[in-house]
């Protein structure tokens, strides 16, 4: 090998342990367990439903908030958005597509880092629409809370065009109207 060839193996192999050293911090500052609290366990949360009254009804568009609370002993963290998924009656699965962002009534605050205090909370906007023929009759809803398979159900006697479901970010406060 020429000393050119050598100069350019050794500024790749540089560049190569450069990005995979950015990679491996972005992963970390992105993770859910990054550093301080460690990442909440399944079942340290409880997910309900929270009304958001008359606030979240109209244009055949109905929404509700998504409520996680840390039930366990100790402090925990949190980001992105939650898993959803539609049962029928019997807990029958449904077909369900969830779109990630703005819903008709609330902004998305965006994946962030959201760290939960026992007893403290973090809610998500979910919405639907319920008015064209390829309505389903939802029973429940399974809501993963940190979009893994550990998950809630809960009650959700609603009619759904599509299995469509808009839902935003957790974020510490219920989000804000758009």
């Not at 911090?25 to 008359?54: D, W």
């Not at 009619?159 to 839902?167: F, N």
């Amino acid at each position: 090998m020429t000393i050119r060839g050598l100069r350019t193996a050794v500024t790749v192999a540089a560049a190569v342990a450069l990005a995979a050293g950015a990679g491996a911090g972005m992963a970390s500052a992105a993770g859910t367990a990054g550093p301080g609290a460690a990442a909440c366990a399944p079942g340290a949360l409880k997910v309900t439903t929270a009304s958001a009254g008359s606030s979240q009804i109209g244009m055949n568009h109905q929404g509700t908030y998504l409520k996680v609370t840390n039930t366990g002993g100790s402090t925990c963290a949190m980001d992105g958005y939650p898993g959803l998924a539609l049962e029928g009656a019997g807990h029958a699965a449904l077909k369900t597509t969830p779109h990630h962002g703005d819903t008709y009534f609330a902004k998305d605050p965006g994946a962030r880092r959201i760290t939960l205090k026992p007893g403290k909370s973090a809610f998500a906007d979910l919405v639907w629409t319920h008015a064209g023929p390829s309505s389903a009759q939802a029973k429940y809803l399974q809501v993963s809370p940190t979009g893994g398979n550990a998950h809630g159900v809960v009650a959700f006697d609603n009619a759904v065009d599509g299995g469509k479901l808009s839902v935003t970010a957790w974020s510490a406060t219920p989000p804000a109207a758009s």
